[in-house]
């Protein structure tokens, strides 16, 4: 079955980065569009940033352009977010996605269990 494992999460001062990363299993990774989105309790899940299969094309929130970039290794099977200028407002759960057909924006199919980023004023 799909897989999806999310780590790099922490506590990180503001103006700080962090990277996270997402391992993935029981897919062809090079076939599936990736996806990171984030959720603080009380709110809906956040759509931060995605990635294409090949990487050639991303998309991002406008509230991390500038800030956060994705990426990802086709041969690790594995999508990054380098988060950097980190803010108190990117504090949340942070959740890796992936899907297989369709744009890069909308709903996804298989998720990760999720990290926490915490940012500290």
């Known amino acids: 079955q799909v897989q999806l494992v999310e780590s790099g999460g922490g506590l990180v001062q503001a103006g700080g980065s962090l990277r996270l990363s997402c391992a993935a299993s029981?897919?062809?990774?090079?076939?599936?569009?990736m996806a990171w989105f984030r959720q603080t309790p009380g709110k809906e899940r956040e759509f931060v940033a995605a990635?294409?299969?090949?990487?050639?094309?991303?998309d991002r929130a406008d509230s991390v352009k500038g800030r956060f970039t994705i990426s990802r290794d086709n041969t690790k099977n594995t999508v990054y977010l380098q988060m950097s200028s980190l803010k108190p407002d990117d504090t949340a759960v942070y959740y890796c996605?992936?899907?297989?057909?369709?744009?890069?924006?909308?709903?996804?199919?298989?998720w990760g269990q999720g990290t926490q980023v915490t940012v500290s004023s």
């Open positions: 996605a992936a899907k297989n057909s369709g744009a890069l924006s909308g709903r996804y199919d298989y």
């Open positions: 029981g897919l062809t990774f090079s076939r599936y569009q």
């Open positions: 990635i294409s299969r090949s990487g050639t094309n991303t």
